[in-house]
């Protein structure tokens, strides 16, 4: 993970900055969303004057990404003001674009502060399955679609990979944090947060219809992720991604998180909408 977000500086320059990546290897052959919002925001950084961090970004999947390909990032130098720069970052591959994003970075600032407070009901991360214990029986290659990831997950009340346990809500809980400890740079913690902030968010709304990922027919896509920064934190420590859904209609649903570490601190806030269609119960038509 850590080696495909550093990213190479192109020697090509017109108005923009170009920089150019890799993929990780994905069985299904797409990019994973979440590495390339990361990505793209390494390549603004890189552009940003010194002591200003990525507080907010808004950005469009618009195409599937090819994980064997190259993808080529071209950062647009929008606004440098006295406190906050801003960027707008395109990921394309072959020419085509498949993510437009704008980001805003600021300096550090004092002012007034407050956060809504983490769930205080909640079991921590050692009591919990690992997640391999509740993959068993499946075939090696579908275990990897969940296994092959750079970060540990904990779900509350369960994954819904294979089935849906529990009640049916619109909300769950997930603990994370990457397998290996990660470098002391604020720049790479912000990164890995994009990166695993697309991970499981969508969950909120499939478990609130009993759909579990194995569903048959199920479609899903990440349509926008929008992410906003509030604290530092370590991504190698555990993390409460706390989640859930307000409304799902039109073939399309809403999910927000809550990124909180580990002593109650709210590192970050997202929100993602998605294409989702659910295949008609069988036997019905309609």
Known sequence: MLAVLDLSQSGARTTEDIFTGVSQSMPLGRVYGGQVLAQSIVAAERTIPDGRSAHSMHGYFLRPGDASKGITFAVDRIHDGRSFSTRRTQAF?????????????????????????????????????????????????TKRLFLDRPVDLRHIPSPIYLTVEGEQVPSQAVWMRTRRTVPDDQRIHRAVLAYVSDLTIQESILRAHGVSWATRGLKVASLDHAMWWHRPGRVDEWMLYVQESPSARGGRGLATGRIYSRDGMLLASVAQEIMVRVPPPEGDTA
């Open 93 to 141: 591959q072959e020419g085509v674009p498949i993510f437009s994003m704008i980001a805003s970075f600021q300096d550090e600032d004092p002012g007034i502060e407050h956060q809504s407070d983490a769930p205080a009901d909640v079991p921590g991360p050692e009591g919990l399955p690992d997640l391999e214990d509740h993959l068993a029986g499946l075939h090696p290659m």
